[in-house]
């Protein structure tokens, strides 16, 4: 939305337009609706005057000093009061009007008591539920202090099998997990597992004393660009191996700000826009995702002082970013789109190749997220689907993430960034010159980086091949397409969307009349990890190189049984899931809901 310093300024311009009409029109209109416009004009005119007059005679006695000193002194304070407005109207719409009304009232002294008490009682049951399955009656002790006499290798093992007695166990072939562990089986894993202990001491940093894993770490790049490259051979992409698709996305970000920066900010005449008293006081980059992008961008928002712009995804739309609703919001700071590829909510493809033809007329940086699809998609065509493009070929695609740790089937902790080219790579690094230390370059957020971690995603890109990734996507991919007609045969659900990828999103058709949260409590009890949505209501079910045809079947089965049961079940009492995510559908003070997830995240930390 404008601001309201936005909103001004339009209307100067306007008047000024409006003025410059009139005279024109003077001379051509007939001459009785001229006179009647002169008339309108000298009416405002006279006022004018006569308010001029007035002021003049409330000056006359003052020495100049004073009626300059005045002068300046209420230009000041309009100015400051005008952009001290401007910063509040856009907090207030940044933030949300309900939001900023809840959070005055919340400040209230009797009711911040009632709400502090109730926090307490939330904070308190998450902790009870955390340190319950943490520490079971009459397991091992809780070590907050380092034990004064260390324990064997044996005694160390035997305590471990106590403390992940209650862990998820990763069954191949028989799993109910959404997504999660991304193995192809039990060989492949384990054989990573022997690559990796044999680079365990490497650093990639220190790349002149283990010229193995640096080497391995540019080729894991190499054969993940070979993937998406351009076909046209016109692009070469190039990039970095990061931790894991968050920081692929913050270093993305960072470089495509820096990119953007460089090409379009603070030049004469926008330096000179942000010292005008009357102009809003941010001119900060502004990045535009949807609602169903990553959690992630909102990291990249708070670390890296950009500006948030997001884009509700519908029905109506199909859950996708379209190219229509991002050219409404683009204004002359938009520095990064963001496409997901597909999202991770639905499973959908945003419009990729409209978005990115917009913004290269605009030069702005596009992004796109295929950390989920990034190792599935780019083999749809050989495996026999029709599926979005997800390539470097693709007009203003700037950068892209993809994760070895999910589809590229190695072990946590692998993700790889690419970019168009080296130009806007090199903004990703930090070089220090002055340091007392030496000369410092590092690529990502880390310094030190594993190159065990490096070695086993490069051992297993290359023991799958491009054979292997192709029969990987076509066995997801019809998988895929099982689930969704295995949804659609019940009568109660529907799908969200229309799946592009392995991941499947329903919900209720009629959530009045069927919990799907509750629906998600019943199925965990059978064993399943589905994984919960909101807005709208839902659940989705992210297919693994380890599920089977019969899997689908299953859960199927169960699906139309925990349906038939919450539909017969008792409204209300159940524990679980359900009562959270439907007090964050709820309510509508975002605040709270935040504040219960903070609750959790520190009883989680704690011991």
């Known amino acids: 939305m404008e601001t309201l310093a936005g909103v001004m300024e339009g209307a100067a311009i306007a008047s000024g337009a409006a003025f410059v009409m009139s005279k024109y029109l003077i ?52 100015c400051w009061v005008f952009r001290t407005a401007t910063k509040a109207t856009d907090a207030t719409l940044e933030n949300g009007v309900v939001q900023t009304i809840l959070g005055g009232l919340k400040k209230i002294p009797g009711i911040s ?33 380092l034990p004064a006499k260390p324990f064997s290798f044996e005694e160390c093992m035997a305590t471990i ?7 998820e166990k990763y069954a191949y072939d028989k799993t109910k997990l959404s997504g999660a562990v991304y193995f192809k089986n039990k060989e492949h894993a384990e054989f990573q597992t022997k690559v990796y202990s044999r680079f365990i001491a490497t650093n990639i940093i220190h790349a002149d004393q283990y010229p ?38 913050l270093c993305a970000m960072k470089a495509s700000r820096d990119w953007w920066l460089e090409r379009n900010s603070y030049g004469l005449f926008r330096n000179f826009l942000t010292t ?55 204004t002359a700071n938009t520095a990064i789109i963001v496409v997901s590829a597909p999202t991770y909510p639905h499973g959908v493809f945003d419009d990729i190749e409209g978005i990115g033809k917009l913004a290269a007329e605009r030069g702005i940086a596009v992004h796109v997220d295929a950390c ?40 946590k902790g692998t993700s790889v960034v690419l970019y168009r080219n080296k130009d806007i790579r090199k903004h990703q690094f930090t070089s220090v010159t002055d340091w007392t230390g030496g000369l410092y370059i590092s690529p990502t957020m880390a310094g030190s980086r594993s190159g065990a971690v490096v070695a086993a995603a490069w051992a297993s890109l290359i023991t799958v091949g491009r054979e292997g990734f192709v029969e990987q996507t076509k066995t997801l991919l019809t998988l895929a397409e099982k689930l969704v007609k295995g949804i659609e045969s019940i009568e109660d659900v529907r799908i969200l969307g229309k799946p592009d990828s392995c991941l499947i999103a329903f919900g209720a058709k009629n959530p009045k009349k069927l919990d799907i949260y509750k629906v998600n409590d019943a199925m965990t009890k059978k064993g399943w990890h589905l994984a919960s949505l909101q807005r709208p209501a ?19 089965k169960d699906l ?48």
């Open 276 to 330: 005008l008293p009357w102009r809003k006081s941010s001119n900060l980059p502004e990045i535009i995702i949807a609602d169903s992008a990553h959690a992630a961008y909102i990291k990249a928002v708070d670390y890296y002082n950009l500006k948030m712009v997001t884009i509700r995804c519908d029905e109506k739309t199909g859950y996708r970013l379209t190219a229509d609703a991002v050219r409404k919001r683009i």
């Open 560 to 607: 139309q049984q925990c349906i038939m049961d919450v539909k017969k079940g008792p409204k209300d009492g159940e524990e679980g899931m359900a009562p959270i995510y439907g007090m964050a559908e709820s309510l509508p003070d975002r605040h709270i809901i935040g504040d219960v997830l903070c609750a959790y995240q520190e009883a989680a930390l704690d011991s």
């Open 538 to 556: 839902g659940l989705h079910m992210c297919l693994a190189p380890s599920h089977t045809s019969e899997m689908i079947d299953q859960l199927i």
């Open 161 to 167: 099998e106590k403390i992940d007695a209650k862990d």
């Open 113 to 145: 008591g009632v709400v502090a008490s109730e926090k307490e009682k939330i904070y308190k049951k998450l902790q009870d539920q955390v340190y319950n399955g943490r520490y079971p009656e009459g397991a091992v002790p809780k070590f907050t202090e």
């Open 212 to 249: 193995s894993v640096a080497r391995m770490d540019a080729e894991l790049i190499s054969m993940t660009a070979s993937m998406v490259k351009d076909p046209t051979g016109k692009v070469v992409p190039c990039g970095s191996v990061t931790s894991g698709g968050s920081e692929s996305i």
């Open 372 to 411: 989920l699809g990034g190792y599935v998609i780019p083999f749809a065509k050989e495996a026999g689907f029709d599926r979005p493009r997800m390539d470097f070929g693709i007009e203003g695609v700037t950068s892209m993430s993809l994760d070895t740790h999910k589809y590229g089937l190695a072990h």
């Open 27 to 78: 001379k051509h209109l007939p001459i009785d609706y001229a006179e009647l416009v002169k008339a309108g004009q000298a009416d405002v005119l006279a006022k004018i005057f006569e308010l001029a007059a007035k002021l003049d005679s409330s000056m006359k006695n003052q020495p100049p000093s004073v009626v300059f000193a005045k002068a300046c002194a209420m230009t000041i304070t309009a």
